[in-house]
Nanobody, 115 residues
């Protein structure tokens, strides 16, 4: 089992920055991918960014250049640095872990972009 706890969400003004953290605990051996997803009210959950074995990263269209995903192996923490945020980035952000066809979700952290 893998337990994921997100933190770092909150209210931020347009153009500002925010860093989300996902702390993983439990059986972390063999995880092949960590990712951030988001879900806005009335919309489907969508992939924001992912980081795989060896640190290879991928981003959804429109995210690269503004968002940066990283992982600190020693602490099992995955980060999402959000820069130049826009009102349309308002959503609940979820951490996701994948291993051998199994996946786990955190409870999410709310990000609201508003002036």
């Amino acid at each position: 089992q893998v337990r994921l706890v997100e933190s770092g969400g909150g209210l931020v003004q347009p153009g500002g920055s925010l860093r989300l953290s996902c702390t993983a605990s439990g059986s972390l051996f063999g995880l092949t991918q960590m990712a951030w997803y988001r879900q806005a009210p009335g919309k489907q959950r969508e992939l924001v960014a992912a980081i795989g074995v060896g640190g290879k990263t991928s981003y959804a269209d429109g995210m690269q250049g503004r968002f940066i995903i990283s992982r600190h192996e020693a602490t099992g923490t995955t980060y999402l640095q959000m820069n130049n945020v826009k009102p349309e980035d308002t959503a609940k952000y979820y951490c996701n872990a994948v291993r051998s066809g199994s996946y786990w979700w955190g409870q999410g952290t709310q990000v609201t972009v508003s002036s």
